[in-house]
T-cell receptor, first 113, second 113 residues
Framework: SAVISQKPSRDICQRGTSLTIQCQVDSQVTMMFWYRQQPGQSLTLIATANQGSEATYESGFVIDKFPISRPNLTFSTLTVSNMSPEDSSIYLC??????????FGPGTRLLVL | GENVEQHPSTLSVQEGDSAVIKCTYSDSASNYFPWYKQELGKRPQLIIDIRSNVGEKKDQRIAVTLNKTAKHFSLHITETQPEDSAVYFCAASKGTNAGKSTFGDGTTLTVKP
């Protein structure tokens, strides 16, 4: 298994500002991902965080809005840029372990006013 | 891309009864099908998964079946208990990227004591 932590756990932000979310894993993992879960809804994959190269974004998500960093095999950040109330959501990082099992972080609850 | 449909959206059962949740997927290349349980305010947690080379898998009171021809898979919970109450998500992915999953919309299971 993998122990994943995220910071911050929650935040309230003003529209037009940006927030950077951190994800830390207790072991080296090849694959890290960022998901969004809007209130009462399912999980949607934002992007795959690639170590040493640019993230791979899913349809509907762009780098300018959700820049991602992956400086090493245990850490990644997701920035939500120029926020609007529609960005209010839970943002979860996840990792895929050697056994091809996915584990999720505790999530960051974001409210944009 | 992949599309995963999940039914029912809500399910209420009496304690001790069985619960069945069904999912269909569209991409015949998908070969990994996990099920996650998400309790209120918590992260999704993997409860069982199945790969396309297996038709059925069981873990105590939980079982998953897969019909590749029909492209559907189901979660079966027997002898339900109040602590089984949660939102359950099915997902599908292909290749070795278990973390790059498409999720169903979720089923809210309520087990009445």
């Amino acid at each position: 298994s993998a122990v994943i932590s995220q910071k911050p756990s929650r935040d309230i932000c003003q529209r037009g500002t940006s927030l950077t979310i951190q994800c830390q894993v207790d072991s080296q993992v090849t694959m890290m991902f960022w998901y969004r879960q809007q209130p009462g809804q399912s999980l949607t994959l934002i992007a795959t965080a690639n170590q040493g190269s640019e993230a791979t974004y899913e349809s509907g998500f762009v780098i300018d809005k959700f820049p991602i960093s992956r400086p090493n095999l245990t850490f990644s950040t997701l920035t939500v840029s120029n926020m609007s109330p529609e960005d209010s959501s839970i943002y979860l990082c996840s990792v895929e372990t050697v056994g091809e099992t996915q584990y999720f972080g505790p999530g960051t609850r974001l409210l944009v006013l | 891309g992949e599309n995963v449909e999940q039914h029912p959206s809500t399910l209420s059962v009496q304690e001790g009864d069985s619960a069945v949740i069904k999912c269909t997927y569209s991409d015949s290349a998908s070969n990994y099908f996990p099920w996650y349980k998400q309790e209120l305010g918590k992260r999704p947690q993997l409860i069982i998964d199945i790969r396309s080379n297996v038709g059925e898998k069981k873990d105590q009171r939980i079982a998953v079946t897969l019909n590749k021809t029909a492209k559907h898979f189901s979660l079966h919970i027997t002898e339900t208990q109040p602590e089984d109450s949660a939102v359950y998500f099915c997902a599908a992915s292909k290749g070795t990227n278990a973390g790059k999953s498409t999720f169903g919309d979720g089923t809210t299971l309520t087990v009445k004591p």
